[in-house]
T-cell receptor
Framework: QQQVKQSPQSLIVQKGGISIINCAYE??????FPWYQQFPGKGPALLIA???DVSEKKEGRFTISFNKSAKQFSLHIMDSQPGDSATYFC???????????WGAGTKLIIKP | EAGVTQFPSHSVIEKGQTVTLRCDPI?????LYWYRRVMGKEIKFLLH????????ESGMPNNRFLAERTGGTYSTLKVQPAELEDSGVYFC?????????????FGPGTRLTVL
């Protein structure tokens, strides 16, 4: 019940294209869903987060889509750039238990 | 404002030895977390401090791991004695209290290799 399943494991997208990474969760107690971006040798950096009371959140080229009934959420990167090449992690937590439950990560490569 | 810092960045030790990892959270952040990523697997929660108190240590793998946060500032994670399966990257994160507690900011990690 604690798992967060992330796909795909790796993704190659042409520059200017849309990158889409998907996550699914089981625990309906989760009420906070962040995405983290990690570059080699660095720690994960909070990119964007959503709560289940909204279906979409957009910040610049990054959008989270959230489907509460399906228990799924996804990250869309519009106009993908080579600088977006990184590993992306989805996660989930709740206000009753702050520990983040992580997806396995997606290695994204943007081809120039 | 300085971010979360961790020391050392890398540590290579022999099985059976002791290693102590240190984390300095962002100033003023009451919440401090330790996570670990074993190679090829997902990041897993180890424990959560609120100030100097352990709020949740459900993720600590066994009693060879000891975390402290004296004075509610920096934290240490000691592994004694280290085993081969303890190898991985140990991340520390911190967050503010109240409604911003869920926004966790991560350090660069300590890569631990046990030979």
């Amino acid at each position: 019940q604690q798992q967060v399943k992330q796909s795909p494991q790796s993704l190659i997208v042409q520059k200017g294209g849309i990158s889409i990474i998907n996550c699914a969760y089981e625990n309906t107690a989760f009420d906070y869903f962040p995405w983290y971006q990690q570059f080699p040798g660095k720690g994960p950096a909070l990119l964007i987060a959503i709560r289940p009371d909204v279906s979409e959140k957009k910040e610049g080229r990054f959008t989270i889509s959230f489907n509460k009934s399906a228990k799924q959420f996804s990250l869309h990167i519009m106009d993908s750039q080579p600088g977006d090449s990184a590993t992306y992690f989805c996660a989930a937590s709740s206000r009753s238990n702050y520990q983040l439950i992580w997806g396995a990560g997606t290695k994204l490569i943007i081809k120039p | 404002e300085a971010g979360v810092t961790q020391f050392p960045s890398h540590s290579v030790i022999e099985k059976g030895q002791t290693v102590t990892l240190r984390c300095d959270p962002i100033s003023g952040h009451d919440n401090l977390y330790w996570y670990r990523r074993v190679m090829g697997k997902e990041i897993k929660f180890l424990l959560h401090f609120v100030k100097e108190s352990k709020q949740d240590e459900s993720g600590m793998p066994n009693n060879r791991f000891l975390a402290e946060r004296t004075g509610g500032t920096y934290s240490t994670l000691k592994v004694q004695p280290a085993e081969l399966e303890d190898s991985g990257v140990y991340f520390c994160a911190s967050s503010q209290g109240g409604g911003l507690a869920l926004s966790q900011f991560f350090g660069p990690g300590t890569r631990l290799t046990v030979l």
